[in-house]
């Protein structure tokens, strides 16, 4: 089934650690993005990519860094992670900026 | 820089009662707006959006917007709601440019009443 892919669904990180969230689309997309959702904040962007090999700070972006070495993989790194990062992030891929966005189911990451 | 405010953090309404949420956004160029609605422990999926051209726009489920310029809003609406559409709603804009960004609001959780 065509669409977009997150992993791990879930994890449980102990501060400190380095952590990778993988996202993978198979619609080739343009353009991905990396969410963070938290209660009554709504879905605020960390980081987005037009297209490969270009990457864009989004809203909250300290802590997190992302690459894009190919059109299909966004993986989103936390080189440190700490406990305000513990939230459900969602990754989402469209064609470009008048088009649908397509989100994965999201990964719920506790830093404890 | 464009931003997202929805003025309802939540929402209740009775059952086959109207509903309207409300979005206003800020951006200093022209912008693509969207809604986006999220089912409990779910992604999200695009209810409508809008372009250019007509200001109404019509989308799944019986919702509509309306793009208004001069208020900078993009309101939902729905003339009769039912139980299942308990769920978040999220009004989302992105400027005409050639960044891609995709900026949400902090969401509206309509909660439908039998």
């Known amino acids: 089934i065509a669409g977009i892919t997150q992993a791990p669904t879930s994890q449980i990180l102990a501060a400190g650690r380095r952590m990778t969230l993988r996202c993978t689309q198979d619609?080739?997309?343009?353009?991905m993005y990396w969410y963070r959702q938290d209660l009554g904040l709504g879905l605020r962007l960390i980081h987005y990519s037009n297209t490969a090999g270009t990457t864009g700070k989004g809203e909250v972006p300290d802590g997190y860094s992302v690459s894009r070495a190919n059109t299909d993989d966004f993986p989103l790194t936390l080189a440190s992670a700490v406990p305000s990062q513990t939230s459900v992030y969602f990754c989402?891929?469209?064609?470009?900026?008048?088009?649908?966005?397509?989100f994965g189911q999201g990964t719920r990451l506790t830093v404890v | 820089a464009q931003s997202v405010t929805q003025l309802d953090s939540q929402v209740p309404v009775f059952e086959e009662a109207p509903v309207e949420l409300r979005c206003n956004y800020s951006?200093?160029?022209?912008?693509?707006l969207f809604w986006y609605v999220q089912y409990p422990n779910q992604g999200l999926q695009l209810l409508l959006k809008y372009l250019s051209g007509s200001t109404l726009v019509k989308g799944i489920n019986g919702f509509e917007a309306e793009f208004n310029k001069s208020q900078t809003s993009f309101h939902l609406r729905k003339p009769s709601v039912h139980i299942s559409d308990t769920a978040e709603y999220f009004c989302?804009?992105?400027?005409?440019?050639?960044?891609?960004?995709?900026?949400f609001g902090t969401g509206t959780r309509l909660q439908v009443f039998p």
């Open positions: 951006s200093s160029v022209s912008v693509y």
């Open positions: 989402a891929s469209r064609n470009r900026g008048n088009t649908e966005a397509f």
């Open positions: 619609m080739r997309h343009n353009a």
């Open positions: 989302a804009v992105s400027e005409k440019d050639n960044t891609d960004k995709l900026i």
